[in-house]
T-cell receptor, first 112, second 113 residues
Framework: GQQVMQIPQYQHVQEGEDFTTYCNSSTTLSNIQWYKQRPGGHPVFLIQLVKSGEVKKQKRLTFQFGEAKKNSSLHITATQTTDVGTYFCAGRSGAGSYQLTFGKGTKLSVIP | NAGVTQTPKFQVLKTGQSMTLQCAQDMNHEYMSWYRQDPGMGLRLIHYSVGAGITDQGEVPNGYNVSRSTTEDFPLRLLSAAPSQTSVYFC????????????FGPGTRLTVL
């Protein structure tokens, strides 16, 4: 079945440093979504990428979808303590598939 | 709108007991799904539904049943609880299946002794 791998599993950064998490799929994806989960909370949707090579920005967050639609990344510039949480990617493969496969997430800690 | 609601928030069961986790949404979403989250494992899909009367299995369906008699409700039943089912359970809903953002409920933390 489809597998979505996410690295790193953990990342500790000093406040103000940049952070990147990477997502790789074993199959070509129709779309990829990114979610953020704060400690003790539930996943919250951040963004969806659909097109090959797509790049989207949300303030300090930059999301990329690879040309082959098998990988994606989330980059945060100048991290803040409010960025703390676990970031998940979730991909869907196949036009007829209703299932999203989540990566295991990257847990970000920000040291003030 | 309340969004997606889940009850209970916490539950402790003994091995072999059965129970139902409740999930409801008031956004008229066609698609609903159940995930379990275990440390270091991300979110794994248990069952999903694309509309009232239609359900299907996800990645880890064994030991769980679902039904979808209304658009609003999507309960998850544990038939005979096992310690391996200790987890945090999230319900999610969206329009148009997984094409759009999933709205997650606050979760149910289940412990099976």
């Amino acid at each position: 079945g489809q597998q979505v791998m996410q690295i790193p599993q953990y990342q500790h950064v000093q406040e103000g440093e940049d952070f990147t998490t990477y997502c790789n799929s074993s199959t070509t994806l129709s779309n990829i979504q990114w979610y953020k989960q704060r400690p003790g909370g539930h996943p919250v949707f951040l963004i969806q990428l659909v097109k090959s090579g797509e790049v989207k920005k949300q303030k300090r967050l930059t999301f990329q979808f690879g040309e082959a639609k098998k990988n994606s990344s989330l980059h945060i510039t100048a991290t803040q303590t409010t960025d703390v949480g676990t970031y998940f990617c979730a991909g869907r493969s196949g036009a007829g598939s209703y299932q999203l496969t989540f990566g295991k997430g990257t847990k970000l800690s920000v040291i003030p | 709108n309340a969004g997606v609601t889940q009850t209970p928030k916490f539950q402790v069961l003994k091995t072999g007991q059965s129970m139902t986790l409740q999930c409801a949404q008031d956004m008229n979403h066609e698609y609903m799904s159940w995930y379990r989250q275990d440390p270091g494992m991300g979110l794994r899909l248990i069952h999903y539904s694309v509309g009232a009367g239609i359900t299907d299995q996800g990645e880890v369906p064994n030991g769980y049943n679902v039904s979808r008699s209304t658009t609003e409700d999507f309960p998850l039943r544990l038939l005979s609880a096992a310690p391996s089912q200790t987890s945090v359970y999230f319900c999610a809903s969206s329009t148009q299946g997984s094409y759009n953002e999933q709205f997650f409920g606050p979760g149910t933390r289940l412990t099976v002794l």
